[in-house]
Structure formats: structure tokens, C-alpha cells
């Protein structure tokens, strides 16, 4: 076929917005590929990435490409002319082919849809399982309308893109977890809690896998930045409602995958996670987890193996292949006890840690505490040229300092702390004196390191959301009243003084002694003008 | 507003509807659209003020609107449906077909073989024929002959503007009664005209050269993108139910709003029982359009 197949209601000058967030696509491309057997025909709906489409054509599977944008597909066209890739454009509502051993919907369902016609959830689930062949393979991406991300944003259910304003009229949208199941109707099918978001997903859980165990790698999704101000700190309360046991409930999306038709005679497959950092591309390293007999996790990295580089920050694949070291991160237990006011807990596992920490891809939220050990979450990275401990320690209470500050956490230091000084206690803590210089250095090296991962740096410490902004009023009107009180309590003791200073002066005593020594100062002052 | 809410009577008819009463061209808040449109309601090329409200047919073209950044839609139907209301249909014996041929306007012109597209319509319908040529081509002997010569009646309902001004708000009102008196209607085009006819339970065929519009905005997409997004409804001899259907939501017939709610939608005030109203701000031109 020599141009793209135009199937009805396509968006004629419409490009999909590329993801404002770090991290690749590898991450769900490898889960989907690890879970799913193509077969002959697969349909990729709403969802061209490129990894995924040659990793399916370079097995033998004919792709078939659905873009609601034109643009897109002639792009597509375009890009894989030389591959067994068919491109339709226009929308799931008028899609015509059908008889597909898999489908896959991975960017979610909105993406399916154009202003012509917005399906609600049920019809888009429909049709998605109109193109698919009897016991064909589903599998799709659902944004949760009640995930932990929607309720953060504070600009949830707020229109701001003119793609929103369309997307926003569907008659019903999926209401729940449960809802999310029922309308799929699909069988065998495996659940996965997506992290951060339906756009480049870097933590991909299946529903049984999620426990505490994972809480780091889930967090590490997200970080604090100025284009995704929250009203809370997500680390938190992902990690709270992990703890609470509603990971997969609040997840911001889900993937879904099963098939259509009567259920298969083999039983559950073990469950998987799959995961990596949001890092630059070219320092991407998938892993795969999966239960490892009774005692813990097993971690696997997919695929290329070779060492990675880029700036100072190496990265060896080769060292994620084992156990995972299961426990809690360190960060989380230093921002409870910071929070609970024991400064023994604090400085304990400060101390231990400068004494321990010799690598700079150990940052506190990537230490947990087994027991009495720290070990390393992560233990791929690695940073090139000498750093001595103390830099790193540095560093990583610099960091804990700017997390205290922009998550608004309770803490033991004055209000208005600035970030360097935090960083001198924290870093006292542990047992070491360092200087602003020192602080500027740490900074330095984290920026370094930051822009060497794609990363954004973390140096926001102004409160972003809403509940920060209340709790660092509340602590400022505090540092204010006590600062007016304290200036009072001072002019209330300058004045006192000039009390007692006067009654001294009218005292006999006072008066003998001016008399004695009177003539004294006064030979004093004449030969000082001598 | 904009002139373009006076064209064929539309705002009399919303006015009649909202019970100013009759002969009255009160002004519109806001944009009407006026005919049956693939992008938000309006011309590309009609310049909108921002922030104006656009009163709308159905839905589809405000979600193209928002999608290009333009915001104010409120849906209140065509003034076709409104038309329905206050012209209620006397029974009529239907027959024959009404030819509604491609047309272009005075700033787009249309080229193709009438006389060809004649003969096929002549030789694919039964009974008598009426061809109902929009007034650019009527005016056009040529054009006339060729349905004239195949056996054709040859009307023209009237012009788009200046209607008013002559006491002929009647175009719309002449297509109504035609399209009552015809079995079919079919164009070689899907337009207005098809979907008014579906929507008075003509039986649709869209068939034969579908010409070609000079400049025509890529933004639309062309006649092929039409196809594409309605294929139920090109084909010689349509499904009478899925015409209605499109129909339906197109023109938004069973969506039209309450008299009180058409007045609030246009910037209207209705007269209180028994008083004759206000005298309201009208439109006049005596262009011919």
C-alpha cells in the first residue's frame, strides 16, 4: 500500500503532543512483549512507538497502525515504508478491519477518539473488541479517573489543551478498578498498575506483585517539577496508599491484558513488575521482576547488556541480575522520624550511612535498610573520577533537605530554614562539619549528575501545592510571631536595663564613687585632647 | 450580528419559534451557523470575532471547534428543525425526485457536466423530475437547458439574502413544500439540501460526478473525507433510516430548545402576554446574494 489507509472521521492536521516527562517507552513496550504472543496480525491503536513496532515486525508479525491524526500516520508512513506495517488513520469509531490476533490500545482510550465522535467507555471497548479475532489477545491501557496523580493535580478536570475539550464530553468514562474489569469482560486477564502515568510509564505492576517492596521503585517515577505542580507530595501518597493497600486501586493508569473468548486451561502466571528510572534513553535499563520462591523479588534486566554512558554517569546492566534487597528506603524512615521529632533515628542512620556510602548512585531513596544493613535498590549506577564520602553525603542531605522543604514535611530544624543551612545539620547529623562552600559543591555535583540522567534537578523549594503552601504558612506565621516576640522580649530588656542604669546613676554608691573617681577621668580627658 | 444570520430567513424562523412573532428580523447575539458544515460551524475563510457566542446545529461541530482553540459554542439546532415547528406539514401525495445538483457561490465556482449528470439521474429515477438549481447556476441558461433538455422541472427556491426585504423569507419555506411533494431526493453531494430532505422523509440517493469546487480549503478535507465519515449515506438508494439518523443529529431535530431557551441562546427579550414587544434592532440589506 502506497499511502496511508484513510478509515473514517481522521484528525486531518493533528499530531499527538509528544510526553512532557523523563523516561522512555521501553519500559512498557518490554512488558507488553514479555506478556503477550503476537502472533500474525497485530493492530497497534492510538499507539505507534517505534521500539515496540520493530520489535513486533522483526519477529514476523504484520503491524497495523490506527492514528486519529493524519499527521502522525503520514509520518509513520513514512518511517516504516521498509517494514510490515500497514498505517489507517482516522478513528476507532469507524475503524473497519477486524480479525486480529492482538490488539493493543497502550495509549490509552482517549487517543482513539476524534471530535466527530467521542465513544463513551463501553462503546470504545466495543470496538476495540470488534477488531479482534475470536480468543484473540486485548490489551489496554485505562486511564484511572480516581488515580493518585488526578487527585494531586490541582488542575484535575480542568480543560487545558484544545485536545482535552473534545475528549471531555464522552458520555460515560471508566469509573473504577472494578468497572474497568467488568466492561473488558475479558478472560485470563492480568492486571498491571501503571506509574506515573498512561505517558511514559516507568513502573509497570501486576496487581498481585504489589506490596512495599516496590514503593521505591514506584516513587522514584516521579519527581518534584515545576510543569507538574501537585497539591501534595505523590511520593507520599503513592507510598501511603501502597502501605494502605490501594496501590493498584490509585494507580493514575492501569494496563489490562487478556483475551476474548472462553478461558485458557492454564492457571495464573506467576506475577511481574517491570521497571526502571525516568532517565535519559540512552541510560534506559528495563527490569524485569518476578517472585523468587517464598523469600523475595528477582530482578532481570531485558536486553542489551553492555555497559551505559553518558556524561559522568556510567550505568552496568549486568549488576541488577539477582535478589532485590527488600526493606524500606532509607529516605522514607529519615522523613518519619524527621517528622516524628527523634533526631536519634536520624542521626543513627546518618552516621551509618557516611560511614557506608561509597558511590554516588546510592542516594538516600535509593538505600533501603535490611536489618542493620543498608543495601543499594539499584545497584547499576556508578559515577566516574573520585568523590570522597563526605561530598556524597553531602549531596545526599542535600537532597533529604530539599524533599523536607518541597513536600513540606514536619522537621525538627527552626521554620524558614534555608535548604544550605538544613543541609549543614543534617550533614552535623551524621557527624561531620562541612561549610556552605561544601554545600555548593554537593549541589554542583547533583546538577551534574542530573543533567547527565535527563532528569530535572530538585532544586525547587518553594512549596508547589496547595497542602505545601498551607503547611509552610503555618510554619512561617509561627517563625514570624516568635521573631515579633523575641524583638519584643528584647526592647522589653533594653528597656530594663536603661531603668536599672538610671537608678544605678541616683544611687549613693554610684555618687561616692564618681566623687572618687572623678578626678581621675578628668586627667584622663585632658591629656587624650593634649 | 453578522449578515450571515439573516440568510435565508433563519433568524425569522427562530424568531417565529420564540414567539416574537411573526415578521420580525430581530438581531442575533452571537453566530448562526447557516448551512451544514464539516469544520466548527463556519466558514474558514468567515472572519469570527473571538469570544462571540456561536449557536450551533449538533455537537460535531463544536467539538471541532474546541479542538482548533475556539471556545462559546451553544448548541440550539438548525433553524430548519424550528422551521418544522412552525410550518407543520399538510398532507401532501408525494412524487417523483428532486435533483439537488453540487453548487458553488459567487466567491467558488463549480465546474462540471450537467447535461451528464442529467442523464444519469433521468435515467436512474422513475417518475417526474425536478431539478432545483441554487440561483448561481439557475441564473446560467446553459445549466437550466441541460435539466430542461433530459426532462427536468427546473425551479429555483430563491435567494439567500434580501429576502426580508421583498417579503421572501420564502426560500426556505419553498424547498420545505417542495421536498414534501418529492419521493426522493438526491444530490451528488451530501448537503444541506439531502438532509433536509431526510428530515421530511424523502427517501436519499447520492450518486454520480461529484464536479469540482474551485480553491477549495484543505481544512475540510474535500468531498473525499465526507465520504469517508458518512459512506452510509452515499449510495443510489439509501437506507431510509440511517438518512434519518444523520440526519437527525446534523440538523439536531430532536434537540431543539424550548422557546424560552431559543430567545435566551439569541440576546432576545419575549414580549409578555398580550403586549406586542418591543421594537427590536433588525438586519436590512438589499443585496442580492
Redesign the interface.
Same mark, same amino acid.
Given at each position: 500500500m502506497d499511502a496511508v489507509n484513510? #478509515?473514517? @472521521? @481522521?484528525?486531518? $492536521?493533528?499530531a499527538e503532543p509528544s510526553a512532557d516527562r523523563p523516561g522512555s517507552s521501553a519500559v512498557l513496550n518490554q512488558a507488553v512483549r514479555d506478556v503477550i504472543t503476537p502472533g500474525e496480525r497485530v493492530l497497534l491503536a492510538g499507539y505507534a512507538d517505534e521500539g515496540l513496532i520493530r520489535s513486533l515486525t522483526s519477529a514476523g508479525t504484520h503491524v497495523d497502525l490506527l492514528l486519529r491524526g493524519l499527521t502522525d500516520a503520514e509520518s509513520a508512513k513514512t518511517a516504516y515504508a521498509d517494514l510490515a506495517v500497514t498505517v489507517h488513520s482516522?478513528s476507532l469509531n469507524?475503524f473497519p478491519e477486524s480479525g486480529y490476533d492482538v490488539v493493543l490500545a497502550l495509549g490509552g482510550t482517549a487517543r482513539l477518539n476524534t471530535? @466527530?465522535?467521542?465513544l463513551s467507555w463501553p462503546d470504545a471497548v466495543a470496538a476495540l473488541r470488534r477488531t479482534v479475532r475470536p480468543g484473540g489477545t486485548v490489551a489496554v491501557v485505562v486511564a484511572n479517573p480516581f488515580g493518585v496523580d488526578r487527585i494531586a493535580d490541582p488542575r484535575s478536570g480542568v480543560r487545558t489543551t $484544545? $485536545?482535552d475539550?473534545?475528549a471531555g #464530553?464522552a458520555a460515560r468514562t471508566v469509573t473504577g478498578l472494578a468497572d474497568a474489569l467488568r466492561t473488558l469482560e475479558l478472560t485470563d486477564v492480568r492486571t498491571f498498575a501503571l506509574f506515573p502515568g498512561v505517558e511514559v510509564p516507568t513502573a509497570i505492576v501486576e496487581r498481585a506483585a504489589m506490596s512495599e517492596t516496590f514503593a521505591g521503585v514506584i516513587t522514584s517515577a516521579w519527581s518534584s517539577s515545576p510543569q507538574h505542580p501537585a497539591v501534595t507530595d505523590l511520593r507520599r501518597l503513592v507510598r501511603e496508599a501502597i502501605r494502605a493497600g490501594l496501590g493498584v486501586e490509585l494507580a493514575p493508569a492501569w494496563l489490562f491484558v487478556g483475551h476474548t473468548g472462553p478461558a485458557g486451561a492454564s492457571g495464573a502466571a506467576p506475577a511481574r513488575a517491570y521497571a526502571d528510572r525516568p532517565v535519559a534513553p540512552e541510560l534506559a535499563v528495563v527490569q524485569a521482576y518476578r517472585a523468587d520462591g517464598s523469600t523475595g523479588w528477582h530482578r532481570e534486566p531485558l536486553g542489551d547488556r553492555s555497559p551505559k554512558t553518558s556524561g559522568k554517569v556510567m550505568r552496568s546492566p549486568e549488576k541488577l541480575a539477582g535478589p532485590v534487597n527488600a526493606g524500606p528506603l532509607l529516605e522514607d524512615i529519615l522523613l518519619d522520624a524527621c517528622g516524628q521529632h527523634d533526631l536519634t533515628t536520624v542521626r543513627t542512620l546518618l552516621s551509618r550511612y557516611a560511614k557506608w556510602v561509597t558511590d554516588a548512585g546510592a542516594t538516600l531513596d535509593n538505600v533501603v535498610v535490611t536489618g542493620d544493613e543498608l543495601e543499594l535498590l539499584d545497584p547499576s549506577w556508578e559515577l566516574s573520577g573520585e568523590t570522597t564520602a563526605e561530598v556524597l553525603t553531602t549531596r545526599a542531605c542535600l537532597r533529604l533537605a530539599r524533599r523536607l522543604q518541597s513536600g513540606a514535611y514536619e522537621h525538627p530544624w527552626p521554620a524558614g530554614v534555608t535548604v544550605e543551612r538544613l543541609t549543614i545539620s543534617l550533614v552535623a547529623t551524621a557527624g561531620l562539619t562541612v561549610s556552605p562552600d561544601d554545600v555548593r559543591t554537593a549541589a554542583e555535583l547533583d546538577a551534574e549528575i542530573a543533567d547527565a540522567m535527563g532528569v530535572p534537578v530538585e532544586e525547587s523549594t518553594a512549596p508547589l501545592g496547595h497542602r505545601e503552601a498551607l503547611a509552610t504558612v503555618s510554619r512561617l506565621t509561627v517563625a514570624l510571631e516568635e521573631a515579633q516576640a523575641q524583638a519584643k522580649g528584647l526592647d522589653e530588656l533594653v528597656a530594663k536595663r536603661d531603668r536599672q542604669m538610671a537608678d544605678l546613676r541616683r544611687s549613693i554608691t554610684f555618687r561616692i564613687g564618681r566623687v572618687v573617681t572623678g578626678p581621675l577621668s578628668a586627667l584622663k580627658k585632658a591629656r587624650r585632647r593634649r | 450580528m453578522h449578515p450571515q444570520n439573516h440568510w435565508y430567513g433563519h433568524s425569522q424562523f427562530l424568531a417565529e419559534y420564540a414567539g416574537l412573532g411573526p415578521d420580525r428580523v430581530p438581531r442575533i447575539d452571537g453566530y448562526l451557523q447557516h448551512g451544514w458544515n464539516v469544520h466548527n460551524g463556519f466558514g474558514i475563510r468567515t472572519p469570527l470575532l473571538p469570544a462571540v457566542t456561536k449557536l450551533v446545529w449538533s =455537537?460535531?461541530p463544536m467539538?471541532?471547534g474546541?479542538?482548533?482553540?475556539d471556545?462559546n459554542y451553544r448548541i440550539i439546532g438548525s433553524p430548519w428543525a424550528y422551521l418544522l415547528q412552525v410550518a407543520p406539514a399538510a398532507p401532501v401525495e408525494r412524487s417523483g425526485t428532486i435533483f439537488y445538483p453540487f453548487h458553488g457561490i459567487p466567491t467558488q465556482s463549480v465546474t462540471g457536466d450537467h447535461a451528464k449528470l442529467a442523464r444519469e439521474v433521468r435515467e436512474t429515477e422513475e417518475g417526474p423530475l425536478t431539478a432545483a438549481l441554487y440561483w448561481l447556476e439557475y441564473e446560467q441558461p446553459a445549466i437550466r437547458r441541460a435539466y430542461e433538455q433530459a426532462g427536468f422541472r427546473v425551479i429555483c427556491h430563491g435567494y439567500r439574502l434580501g429576502g426580508f426585504d421583498r417579503g421572501s423569507n420564502a426560500m426556505l419555506r419553498n424547498q420545505l413544500m417542495e421536498l414534501r411533494r418529492h419521493r426522493r431526493v438526491v444530490s451528488n453531494r451530501l448537503a444541506t439540501a439531502v438532509l433536509y430532505g431526510a428530515s421530511v422523509g424523502c427517501d436519499v440517493g447520492i450518486y454520480g460526478d461529484e464536479m469540482l469546487l474551485a480553491d477549495e480549503h484543505?481544512?475540510y478535507?474535500g468531498n =473525499?473525507?465526507i465520504r469517508?465519515?458518512w459512506?452510509q449515506l452515499h449510495a443510489t438508494f439509501v437506507d431510509r433510516e440511517e438518512a434519518a439518523a444523520v440526519a437527525d443529529e446534523e440538523l439536531g431535530l430532536s434537540a431543539i430548545l424550548s422557546p424560552a431557551e431559543l430567545a435566551d441562546a439569541c440576546g432576545w427579550s419575549r414580549p409578555e402576554p398580550g403586549e406586542t414587544g418591543p421594537e427590536l434592532p433588525h438586519q436590512r440589506t438589499d443585496r442580492r446574494d
Open positions: 484513510l #478509515t473514517g @472521521e @481522521e484528525m486531518l $492536521d493533528w482516522g469507524m471530535p @466527530e465522535h467521542v $484544545d $485536545d475539550w473534545p #464530553t | =455537537a460535531r467539538r471541532r474546541w479542538r482548533y482553540g471556545r484543505p481544512i478535507g =473525499a473525507r469517508r465519515t459512506p
